[in-house]
């Protein structure tokens, strides 16, 4: 029986016991978006059962492909799928109900996705568009109609010189 469990919080141990196994199991009860989940990789096979916050368990193959997920998975169910691989290997694992692919997302998740996208990224546009400085008196932005004042080091003010390596609108008129 060969096998290692990746934590959720980047540590990765060969073999633990069980207790541990429940330790780092019990860790996918505390919400953490930049670390959602822990696995345990049959060596031999490559194959892995990944386990989420969102009691989700992901049958994969030894190129990370998602085989199969189960939805509802208890910490009793986890331990479980994880000792029966690394005690079996992914041909034991193979024959549970798994319902293939990836889960589905729902819509809200991906409105809640989009949300914190866009959110993202006005926070990096603000911060690069702060950087640029304020707008000199001494020159206009070469922009035709433009009639604001350009930034150090380029020919154009804020907005355009925002739009011109951005390559999109500029977000911001201040």
Known sequence: MS???ESRWGGSEDIPPVERMRELIAELDVK???HPDTWLTHNSSGWSIRLDEDHFA??????CEIIGHMANVSAAQALELWLCLAKD???AVSALKWIPGSRPISQQEIDER???ANESLLASDRAFYDQL???LT???CRMQD???GRIRYSVFCKIHHFEQIRHRPCPFSD
């Not at 992901?58 to 190129?63: A, I, L, R």
């Open 32 to 34: 953490d978006e930049e």
């Open 146 to 148: 433009c009639e604001r």
């Open 58 to 63: 992901y049958f994969e193959n030894e190129e």
């Open 133 to 135: 400085g304020p707008e």
């Open 138 to 140: 001494d020159a206009v």
């Open 114 to 116: 989009t949300v914190k």
């Open 3 to 5: 096998y290692f469990v």
């Open 89 to 91: 290997g992914p041909n």
